[in-house]
């Protein structure tokens, strides 16, 4: 039972353009949800997180939204860099216990020069 | 800062043996820590939650007797795959949680690359 989905396994984007990484949640008990950085044989680097009593966090180039109606949450990310190039977890976790995360599938990002 | 800290970061070692993987939070106290493992392509799983002082808590699924998790100290959790098979093979990763006030963020080791052969 995949509680966080990640639909796309991939995204290709031109440096400069926005990346939008998308996430999908089932359990609506979450109320506290992040996105990770990762590059292979890494451990993941925290990026941007948002309280389920809010629908926007900006952090510099990075924007994560919540629309807690459609159980989904979104990733911009703009201008994208090819140093953006990794693999982006979405996460979830219950009481604010950010400890104990649920993750998404990944999807991997690329970023063209 | 907090950096939490994996060792060793790659092992291969022989079918039937064991392998420990030590977790350390180096510049802060982490009364809990969490084991996940990834597999390759797939998402990080969570294996278990380590609590210092006391007995880990494992998710479903997950064989407290072959996946043993030690939380001795503060800053010191440890995980020993016992009777290792080519199937424990994966990506373990711990993390440890820091709050600041209202704030709490979960910091993560680099990762120990397993390889049972």
């Known amino acids: 039972d995949q509680q966080v989905k990640q639909n796309s396994p991939s995204l290709s984007v031109q440096e400069g353009r926005i990346s939008i990484l998308n996430c999908d949640y089932t359990?609506?008990?979450?109320?506290?949800f992040l996105w990770y950085k990762k590059y292979p044989a890494e451990g993941p680097t925290f990026l941007i997180s948002i309280s389920s009593i809010k629908d926007k966090n900006e952090d510099g180039r990075f924007t994560v939204f919540l629309n807690k109606s459609a159980k989904h949450l979104s990733l911009h990310i703009v201008p994208s860099q090819p140093g953006d190039s990794a693999v982006y977890f979405c996460?979830?976790?219950?009481?604010?216990?950010?400890?104990?995360?649920?993750f998404g599938q990944g999807t991997t990002l690329q970023v063209k020069p | 800062g907090a950096v939490v800290s994996q060792h060793p970061s790659w092992v291969i070692c022989k079918s039937g043996t064991s392998v420990k993987i030590e977790c350390r939070s180096l510049?802060?106290?982490?009364?809990?820590m969490f084991w996940y493992r990834q597999f390759p392509k797939q998402s990080l799983m969570l294996m278990a939650t380590s609590n210092e002082g006391s007995k880990a808590t494992y998710e479903q699924g997950v064989e407290k007797d072959k996946f043993l998790i030690n939380h001795a100290s503060l800053t010191l959790s440890t995980l020993t795959v016992t009777s290792a098979h080519p199937e424990d093979s994966s990506f373990y990763i711990c993390?440890?949680?820091?709050?600041?006030?209202?704030?709490?963020?979960?910091?993560f080791g680099q990762g120990t690359r397993l390889t049972v052969v």
């Open positions: 359990n609506s008990m979450f109320d506290y």
């Open positions: 993390s440890a949680s820091k709050s600041w006030g209202k704030r709490t963020e979960a910091f």
């Open positions: 996460a979830a976790s219950l009481s604010g216990n950010t400890g104990k995360l649920i």
């Open positions: 510049d802060f106290q982490a009364t809990t």
